[in-house]
């Protein structure tokens, strides 16, 4: 990196930083603050398994805290030859079918009606079949512990390939009262908090893959996921799910613009975002947007578990706890009710004169993860 050492440099930095700084207006477009809601739909159609649908509602960013779902439609899956396969909606905003195997080759949509009869319906994609992963595999390096997937086809029909993946770890907080503020009093602590918690997390990135131009249809140690030395994840116990899914060249070409509007921007020479609609479309408005591209494969994942006692000895312990430790001693002025009513402090322990305390989010690992012992660990 080149350091800028003399004052004239210095003061030609500066007066170039401040004439961009007086060039730049803000901008606010008119999308941020438009009532206009569109179509979203999330999800692909699962050749070999259950399909699952999401659909919900574009929104202005600063008018709801959250998605709204777009409830009580009409959703079914319909192949080349009419034949149907329907959704249930449950949760809300979320449909299903049951559980399919569809013929490789032919071709499948998926249709939609709203509940206020407005009608949608994907373009007609063939189904895939997903390879196998191969692997899916770890070593520590120096940047961190690194996670690796490999596949193949040597059919050479896949081609595209797009990942997702899902990280569960154990949850261990270091401080653990035998105390407890309740009806105005301290007294002993009667349901203690879980000494053991699961944090889950389901990544937003998008991870792709081609080989077309390789001679054999093989992705060899794709860097997936890299996790520092220091991540609290990595304190005792640690798993990945990752799900593989066969694209084709259309929906690839759909995941990768997605791909470089939400990660590649922030400079003058990153790719500029552009209006992606993907494959769905209104049959009752040519002119009404909907978001969303449908394809049509299987699904294949592999789940690993990494130990703390698997990873090199030097690496640092961290169960996210390193401010919470040891607890603090309450000032001994402090009139106690009052305190501890606030609900920003608990007690941990007494000790002559006052008492150890804690925040809630020091001892009650739920606020972090569930209690709830997954079905797979």
Same mark, same amino acid.
């Given at each position: 990196?080149?350091?800028? =050492?003399?004052? +004239?440099?210095?003061?030609?930095?500066?007066?170039?930083?401040?004439? @961009?700084?007086?060039?730049?207006?803000?901008?606010?477009?008119?999308?941020?603050?438009?009532?206009?809601?569109?179509?979203?739909?999330?999800?692909? #159609?699962?050749?070999?398994?259950?399909?699952?649908?999401?659909?919900?509602?574009?929104?202005?960013?600063?008018?709801?805290?959250?998605?709204?779902?777009?409830?009580?439609?009409?959703?079914?899956?319909?192949?080349?030859?009419?034949?149907?396969?329907?959704?249930?909606?449950?949760?809300?905003?979320?449909?299903? !079918?049951?559980?399919?195997?569809?013929?490789?080759?032919?071709?499948?949509?998926?249709?939609?009606?709203?509940?206020?009869?407005?009608?949608?319906?994907?373009?007609?994609?063939?189904?895939?079949? =997903?390879?196998?992963?191969?692997?899916?595999?770890?070593?520590? %390096?120096?940047?961190?512990?690194?996670?690796?997937?490999?596949?193949?086809?040597?059919?050479?029909?896949?081609?595209?390939?797009?990942?997702?993946?899902?990280?569960?770890?154990?949850?261990?907080?270091?401080?653990?009262?035998?105390?407890?503020?309740?009806?105005?009093?301290? #007294?002993?602590?009667?349901?203690?908090?879980? =000494?053991?918690?699961?944090?889950?997390?389901?990544?937003?990135?998008?991870?792709?893959?081609?080989?077309?131009?390789?001679?054999?249809?093989?992705?060899?140690?794709?860097?997936?996921?890299?996790?520092?030395?220091?991540? %609290?994840?990595?304190?005792?116990?640690?798993?990945?799910?990752?799900?593989?899914?066969?694209?084709?060249?259309?929906?690839?070409?759909?995941?990768?613009?997605?791909?470089?509007?939400?990660?590649? @921007?922030?400079? *003058? +020479?990153?790719?500029?975002?552009?209006?992606?609609?993907?494959?769905?479309?209104? @049959?009752?408005?040519?002119?009404?947007?909907? @978001?969303? +591209?449908?394809?049509?494969? !299987?699904?294949?994942?592999?789940? #690993?578990?990494?130990?703390?006692?698997? *990873?090199?000895?030097?690496?640092?312990?961290?169960?996210?706890?390193?401010?919470?430790?040891?607890?603090?001693?309450?000032?001994?002025?402090?009139?106690?009710?009052?305190?501890?009513?606030?609900?920003?402090?608990?007690?941990? !322990?007494?000790?002559?004169? =006052?008492?150890?305390?804690? !925040?809630?989010?020091?001892?009650?690992?739920?606020?972090?993860?569930?209690?709830?012992?997954?079905?797979?660990?």
């Amino acid at each position: 990196m080149t350091r800028i =050492t003399s004052p +004239f440099s210095r003061l030609l930095l500066w007066l170039l930083a401040s004439l @961009l700084a007086g060039c730049v207006d803000p901008y606010k477009p008119d999308v941020l603050s438009s009532p206009r809601s569109y179509l979203v739909v999330d999800g692909f #159609i699962n050749t070999q398994g259950v399909t699952t649908i999401k659909l919900s509602r574009t929104f202005a960013i600063s008018s709801l805290p959250k998605v709204p779902a777009e409830t009580r439609a009409t959703a079914y899956i319909e192949d080349a030859t009419g034949a149907r396969y329907n959704l249930v909606e449950s949760p809300v905003g979320t449909y299903t !079918s049951a559980y399919l195997n569809l013929t490789p080759g032919r071709a499948y949509r998926l249709r939609i009606a709203t509940a206020a009869g407005v009608l949608y319906a994907s373009d007609f994609v063939p189904a895939k079949i =997903t390879p196998p992963l191969d692997a899916v595999d770890w070593r520590p %390096e120096n940047a961190g512990m690194g996670i690796y997937v490999s596949a193949h086809d040597d059919a050479r029909a896949t081609q595209y390939y797009r990942w997702e993946y899902e990280e569960t770890w154990e949850i261990i907080p270091s401080v653990r009262p035998v105390l407890e503020f309740y009806n105005n009093a301290i #007294i002993p602590i009667r349901v203690p908090y879980p =000494t053991l918690c699961w944090g889950n997390e389901r990544a937003v990135a998008i991870q792709l893959a081609k080989t077309t131009a390789l001679s054999k249809d093989v992705v060899s140690d794709f860097l997936l996921r890299r996790l520092a030395r220091t991540s %609290e994840r990595l304190f005792r116990r640690y798993s990945i799910l990752v799900q593989q899914h066969a694209l084709t060249k259309e929906e690839y070409a759909y995941w990768e613009a997605l791909q470089k509007n939400t990660e590649s @921007l922030g400079t *003058l +020479f990153d790719p500029q975002p552009s209006q992606l609609t993907g494959n769905v479309h209104c @049959l009752s408005n040519d002119a009404e947007l909907a @978001l969303g +591209f449908v394809g049509a494969h !299987s699904l294949v994942q592999k789940r #690993i578990f990494i130990e703390r006692g698997q *990873l090199p000895f030097d690496w640092p312990y961290n169960n996210g706890y390193a401010g919470c430790s040891p607890p603090d001693t309450l000032d001994p002025k402090v009139r106690v009710i009052p305190f501890f009513s606030s609900g920003y402090s608990v007690p941990v !322990s007494q000790i002559p004169g =006052t008492y150890l305390i804690s !925040s809630p989010d020091c001892v009650d690992c739920r606020r972090r993860g569930s209690a709830t012992r997954p079905s797979f660990w």
